[in-house]
């Protein structure tokens, strides 16, 4: 089955400065990737997602790149900001019914003042 | 619009008891799927529901089951507690099948 690997587990970065965390997948028939984001108490929010026909997406400050030769994709934050801090989660699936979201471990990311 | 909805937010079982789980999807959403999260890790999938059938079973024993109602919320069930199904369980919507899913707030369960 699918196995999803999230790094880095952690991430501190000063307010301003980019993020990137970067997941890697091994079902190649994988197509759907998004991220969600997951604040203290809430459930995971989907704040973007790409599918592999399509090679980059950006919504504002965030954006994420596929890689599928390499099976892998990553989510890039840029002017992060406090209300950033959180724990980012990527998935992968295949898009079709009765498929889940498989979801890697998580990414801590802790943005400073 | 309203998002989507669960309860109850928390509660406390005993092991070996049995606790039903709701949800109620976003309007106009006809597909409901289950998560289990374990403190520090991501989402595992329990069930996917569509249309009021079973369209996918995650990796969980049977004492977890699940419904979806003609208004399309849902039900999961789980019987003969375990100290290990102490988690978060979360419930997402999606228009139909394959779509975005969106996720509820998910209920905090205790087992002791």
């Known amino acids: 089955g699918e196995n999803v690997e999230q790094h880095p587990s952690t991430l501190s970065v000063q307010e301003g400065d980019s993020a990137v965390i970067k997941c890697t997948y091994s079902?190649?028939?994988?197509?759907?990737f998004p991220w969600y984001k997951q604040e203290l108490g809430k459930g995971p929010q989907l704040i973007i997602d790409?599918?592999?026909?399509?090679g980059e997406k950006k919504d504002q400050r965030i954006a994420v790149t596929l890689n599928k030769t390499a099976k892998h994709f990553s989510l890039h934050i840029t002017e992060t900001q406090p209300e950033d801090s959180a724990v980012y989660f990527c998935?992968?699936?295949?898009?079709?019914?009765?498929?889940?979201?498989?979801f890697g471990k998580g990414t801590t990311l802790s943005v400073s003042s | 619009d309203a998002g989507v909805t669960q309860s109850p937010t928390h509660l406390i079982k005993t092991r070996g008891q049995h606790v039903t789980l709701r949800c109620s999807p976003i309007?106009?959403?006809?597909?409901v799927s289950w998560y289990q999260q374990v403190l520090g890790q991501g989402p595992q999938f329990i069930f996917q529901?569509?249309?009021?059938?079973?369209?996918g079973r995650g990796n969980f024993p049977d004492r977890f089951s699940a419904r979806q109602f003609p208004n399309y919320s849902s039900e999961l069930n789980v019987n003969a507690l375990l100290l290990g199904d102490s988690a978060l369980y979360l419930c997402?919507?999606?228009?139909?099948?394959?779509?975005?899913?969106?996720f509820g707030p998910g209920t905090r369960l205790t087992v002791t």
């Open positions: 998935a992968a699936s295949k898009d079709q019914a009765g498929t889940a979201l498989i």
């Open positions: 079902d190649s028939a994988s197509n759907y």
């Open positions: 790409i599918r592999s026909n399509v």
């Open positions: 309007s106009g959403h006809k597909s």
């Open positions: 529901y569509y249309e009021k059938e079973e369209r």
């Open positions: 997402a919507s999606a228009r139909g099948l394959p779509y975005e899913q969106y």
